[in-house]
Nanobody
Framework: QVQLQESGPGLVKPSQTLSLTCTVS??????????WSWIRQPPGKGLEWMGA???????YYSPSLKSRTSISRDTSKNQFTLQLSPVTPEDTAVYYC????????????????????WGQGTQVTVSS
């Protein structure tokens, strides 16, 4: 059973960098063909797929966020990290790290709920 846990600051000032870490247990982020992703949900809005990192370390980003998003990993800690910069109040959302129980992955926000394993989510507020 894969478990994911998001961690990071709950409050970020505008123009600064949002950095969140997902710690994975019960599975390895380097397991062949698996993908690890970040999804967010702003208040009153739907789920938005942000980006993903493959088992190989390759990264994929939403076109709308690509210029501001970076996903990296620390294989020794079995963690992957999201950075979003610079942030604005519109980046206020609950942020989730997710993965699947097989090698499929979804880059379409309309299919975001099809990711199988979810962290509990972490609220991030962007405000001065």
């Amino acid at each position: 059973q894969v478990q994911l846990q998001e961690s990071g600051p709950g409050l970020v000032k505008p123009s600064q960098t949002l950095s969140l870490t997902c710690t994975v247990s019960g599975g390895s982020i380097t397991t062949n063909y698996y993908y690890w992703s970040w999804i967010r949900q702003p208040p009153g809005k739907g789920l938005e797929w942000m980006g993903a990192m493959a088992y190989s370390g390759n990264t994929y980003y939403s076109p709308s966020l690509k210029s501001r998003t970076s996903i990296s990993r620390d294989t020794s800690k079995n963690q992957f990290t999201l950075q979003l910069s610079p942030v604005t109040p519109e980046d206020t959302a609950v942020y989730y790290c997710v993965t699947n129980d097989d090698e499929t992955y979804y880059t379409d926000s309309s299919k975001a709920r099809q990711w199988y394993y979810w962290g509990q989510g972490t609220q991030v507020t962007v405000s001065s």
